[in-house]
């Protein structure tokens, strides 16, 4: 009798730890390839979104896990249930909110393009038409090259990064990205430039699984607040500086 109560008590204290554990717990998802939103320093994950996001959990009273994998699954696995909320630098657009509830945006993007130092025919994205176009699949920018650029052939990379490695080795003409990935992306690899056309604006907001109201609500208050109170300014002034080098700020420095 004395070893059953006890098999009891230790099944239950487990259930108890890992219950309280999960609650404890709530799960960003992000694709950690997109500075300086989200990216890896060393084995940690870091970037703006990330600082944001350890915001939202510490005002929605929980601890920040991050959950890095391939920004074409994130959706799916907010639906499924293995995130809590995707801060990726994702864009709200009318097809996306079928699937999901966003909150309120929190940064203005465009679509760039671009090209190998050497290339001088590109000066608009009309340029790129009957081109190669390297694109993070599952991105704006993946079905705005498919959808707007003429008689283009796109090709889609896990990464930007990935598609940058392409361009170099002339596997491919061009890519579409977001502005300041884009710009991280020539600023570490100067045989890479930018070509400047407004194109294409992007608005960038949290993904939360549909009908978590709580949740939402939670975040739209926190980002309002950090607009408010200049921890936003702080951000963007220090993972976003107009020339050099990202400064990572924490939540805990804040
Ligand atoms: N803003 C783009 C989109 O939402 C790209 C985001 C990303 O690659 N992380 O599709």
């Known amino acids: 009798m004395k070893k059953i109560i006890f098999a009891f008590v230790a099944l239950a204290s487990l259930l108890f730890a890992s219950c309280s ?44 896990q991050v959950v890095d994998m391939s920004f074409d699954g994130l959706i799916a696995a907010l639906q499924a249930g293995s995130i809590d909320f995707i801060a990726a630098g994702m864009t709200a657009t009318e097809e996306r909110r079928k699937n999901v509830d966003f909150s309120e945006p929190y940064y203005s993007s465009k679509q760039t393009i671009i090209v190998r130092s050497d290339t001088n025919t590109v000066s608009s994205v009309k340029d790129l038409a009957g081109k190669s176009i390297g694109v993070q699949s599952g991105t704006t920018g993946e079905i705005y090259a498919t959808e707007e650029v003429e008689k283009a052939s796109v090709k889609s990379f896990k990464t930007g990064i990935d598609a940058s490695l392409a361009l170099k080795n002339g596997a491919i003409d061009s890519i579409i990205l977001d502005e300041l990935p884009a710009k991280e992306i020539v600023r570490r690899n100067p045989e890479l430039k930018i070509i400047d056309d407004d194109f294409f604006t ?53």
């Not at 990216?39 to 870091?46: K, L």
């Open 21 to 64: 554990k999960s609650s404890q717990v709530v799960k960003m998802g992000t694709n950690a390839a997109f500075p300086p939103f989200e990216y890896t320093e060393g084995t940690e994950v870091v970037g703006f979104d990330v600082t944001v996001s350890n915001l939202i959990a510490r005002d929605y009273g929980k601890q920040l």
């Open 202 to 254: 992007d608005e960038y907001a949290i993904a939360v699984k549909k009908g978590n109201t709580e949740l939402l609500n939670s975040i739209n208050k926190t980002i309002q607040t950090i607009k408010e109170n200049g921890t936003y300014q702080k951000l963007i002034d220090a993972f976003m500086p107009v020339d050099g080098e990202i400064t990572i700020l924490s939540a805990d420095e804040l």
